[in-house]
């Protein structure tokens, strides 16, 4: 078989044509199609969209026809460039010749040219303005990290500011590259970005100051008077004595004791402490699924503080600032379902709208969590973990 044979790109029309009148028999047809041919679920939406162009309902069939005999032979791939692009012009009246002006042009450009040449066409027609551009701005940090450990950014800027900031950063690259050629371009472009960014000065509050946290079971003792704990000769030793003689004095320390927090660091608890501790104790927001890191988070009320609820360990949680929005604070009214502690294992869920079990949030770096680790620790012995 040659390539020509095995690469059968050029019937886009007739997918089209199949993915549309497929999804008019059932809503089930990207998931029932891209299962059954192996594609990717995007590649149906977008086939099914521009079936709808060329064979769907429409005020103008002879447009439509004409589109139809001049996308013959057409990938599914071009077609899609022309369609968003029709979609985008603002004056609705001159879709369907926009739409025959980029057909014809087709033949010669590869998909990667018909989409910068509609690009262009798009900005010109549609008197794109900067301030228009400027709307379009934004920037996303992920925080889920890909299998390097690595997490990414998507930059939007007007074409005019990327190229400014470009020139700002682009000549400390080069200047790094020129003194250690094994710099990549784009590890250059980043090393000149902190830099312009001054980030060893910027004084942001999310930029804590990293602390090792050890974590300490007090297996061998009991707990005593409030503040100590009693060895298996009967001695009382203060947590922080206990502390110090498993610890170098510089640490903090979180002690659990069977699955609660019983002591942190050598002063009373305070609000820093508490976040801190909490922070340790969840190391994600209590949502399931959510990737906001809890010491970026809110300290939440599982009590709901007007109700009465004290600002204290046990009454508390961490949940970014839409998952604390979102919480239902009267539990005899569910509508977006509550955060709150597993009555046994004490770790931070959430209960849906009339849920009869809590979700944990199941981030691989929620199994860092002090929680976790006393949990583990004691689940065999101590706690009977059941789904109330
Ligand atoms: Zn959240």
Redesign the pocket.
């Known amino acids: 078989m040659n390539l020509d044979d095995a690469f059968r790109f050029d019937q886009g029309l007739e997918l089209a044509e199949a993915f549309y009148r497929a999804a008019q028999e059932t809503k089930a047809a990207v998931k029932t199609l891209s299962r059954k041919y192996g594609i990717a679920p995007v590649t149906v939406s977008t086939g099914i969209a521009v079936g709808s162009a060329l064979f769907g309902p429409t005020e103008n069939k002879a447009a439509q026809a004409t589109a139809r005999s001049l996308s013959k032979g057409f990938s599914l791939d071009k077609l899609s460039v022309i369609n968003r692009a029709v979609k985008l012009l603002n004056n609705p009246t001159k879709r369907a010749d926009f739409r025959t002006e980029l057909t014809q042009s087709a033949p010669a450009l590869t998909c990667v040219e018909l989409k910068q040449k509609a690009n262009s066409l798009l900005r010109e027609r549609n008197h794109v303005t900067r301030k228009d551009s400027w709307k379009r701005r934004g920037l996303r940090l992920s925080l889920q990290s890909d299998a390097m450990g690595v997490c990414h950014a998507t930059l939007s800027l007007p074409a005019a500011d990327m190229a400014e900031l470009n020139n700002l950063i682009y000549p400390t690259a080069r200047h790094a590259i020129n003194k250690n050629p094994n710099l990549s371009q784009e590890q250059a472009m980043v090393d000149a970005l902190l830099a312009h960014l001054g980030k060893d000065q910027i004084e942001n509050p999310l930029n804590q100051p990293k602390r090792t946290c050890i974590l300490l079971s007090a297996d061998d003792l009991k707990p005593g008077r409030d503040g100590y704990l009693i060895d298996t000769n009967g001695h009382e030793h203060t947590y922080a004595e206990f502390a110090h003689m498993k610890l170098e004095e510089d640490f903090f320390h979180v002690l659990y004791f069977k699955n609660e927090i019983i002591h942190a660091g050598r002063s009373r608890f305070a609000t820093p402490i508490q976040d801190l501790l909490l922070s340790v104790d969840q190391i994600m ?1 209590a ?1 399931p699924d ?1 990737e ?1 890191p809890a010491n970026h ?1 809110q300290s939440h009320h599982i009590t709901a503080y007007k109700n009465g609820g004290e600002t204290n360990l046990p009454n508390l949680l961490k ?2 600032a ?2 604390n929005a979102a919480n239902d604070d009267d539990p005899n009214r569910p509508l977006n379902g509550r955060l709150e502690r597993h009555p046994e294992t004490k770790q931070a869920g959430y209960r849906p709208p009339n849920g009869t079990k809590l979700e944990f949030n199941k981030h691989p770096s929620v199994n860092k969590s002090g929680r976790v680790w006393a949990n583990q620790k004691y689940q065999e012995s101590d706690i009977v973990a059941t789904n109330r």
Do not use: E, I, Q, T
Request: charged letters at 10%; a positive charge.
């Open positions: 927001c949502h959510c906001r988070c949940a970014c839409p998952h």
